[in-house]
C-alpha cells in the first residue's frame, strides 16, 4: 500500500495584473498643471470655487499632475432650433452646448483621471469637471 504525503504546497497562479505596479492616485494638496486657455481659466477657477484638494498651478515644469483639456462651444442650426420649438415649445432650450474633454496624467504619462462634460456654458462644463474630479479624489484610498 502506497501512501502520499503531501506537505506544505501551494499553488500561484500570476496574472497580468500580477506585474501591474499599484495604480498611482492623486494627492491631497498636488500641484496641478491647468493650461493657460479660456477653458483652462474657467477650470482653474471652478476648483478653486468647489474647494478640490489640490493647487493649481500654470508652471508646467513645477506640477506633479497635467490636466490637459479638448473643448468646444456649439450652437445648433436654425432648422434644428426651430424644429425643436415646435416640438417642445419654448422650453426647448437656449440652443448652445459646450463640451470639454479633460485628462489628467501624472509625469510618466500615466491617465489617473478622465472626463466628458457636455452642458450649455463654459463654466457649467469647467463645475462639472471639478466636481467629477472632487469626487474622484475623495473615492480614493490613503495611506
Known amino acids: 500500500m502506497r501512501r502520499l504525503l503531501v506537505v506544505g504546497v501551494t499553488f500561484l497562479t500570476l496574472s497580468p495584473q500580477s506585474f501591474a505596479q499599484a495604480p498611482a492616485r492623486i494627492d491631497l494638496n498636488a500641484l496641478v498643471f491647468v493650461e493657460d486657455s479660456d477653458f483652462g481659466q474657467a477650470l482653474s477657477a471652478a476648483i478653486l470655487k468647489k474647494k478640490v484638494p489640490v493647487l493649481v498651478t ?5 506640477a506633479q499632475f ?3 483639456e479638448t473643448s468646444n462651444a456649439s450652437k445648433e442650426g436654425a432648422a434644428e432650433r426651430v424644429t425643436k420649438v415646435l416640438a417642445f415649445g419654448v422650453f426647448a432650450g437656449s440652443g448652445k452646448s459646450y463640451e470639454a474633454s479633460v ?8 491617465v489617473l483621471f478622465a472626463h466628458n462634460a457636455k452642458k450649455k456654458d463654459m463654466r457649467g462644463a469647467a463645475e462639472d469637471v471639478a466636481n467629477k474630479l472632487n469626487d474622484h479624489i475623495k473615492r480614493q484610498p490613503r495611506p
Open 58 to 62: 500654470t508652471a508646467r515644469d513645477k
Open 103 to 110: 485628462t489628467m496624467t501624472n509625469a510618466d504619462g500615466t
Open 66 to 68: 497635467f490636466l490637459e
